[in-house]
C-alpha cells in the first residue's frame, strides 16, 4: 500500500499482513496483524535468513522458513510497485 504521511507530501510503501481494512472518505485505517516499511523489508529479509541458517530445531527452521516465504513475496511487491 503506498502512504503519504500526514501533513507530509512523502509517499512510502507498506506493506500488511493480515488483519482488516477500515475505509473512510478520506482515511483509511489498517489493523494488521504486521507490517513492515518497503524500506526496511531488505534488513527483515537479511535478519530472517540468519535465523533460517542458525536454526537447529526443525520446528523453528519451518517457522523461519515461512517468515522467509512471506518476505520475499513481500519484496516482489515492492519491486512491483517501484516500477509503477
Known sequence: MRITLAGSCEVQ???FA???PEVQAKLIKVLAD???RGAN???ALEYVEDAR???QDTRVFAAVDGELAMLAAQLAAV???RKK
Open 34 to 36: 504486521s507490517a513492515i
Open 18 to 20: 493480515g488483519g482488516i
Open 79 to 81: 519491486r512491483k510497485l
Open 41 to 43: 523489508l531488505n534488513k
Open 53 to 55: 541458517a542458525k536454526a
Open 13 to 15: 510503501l507498506i506493506l
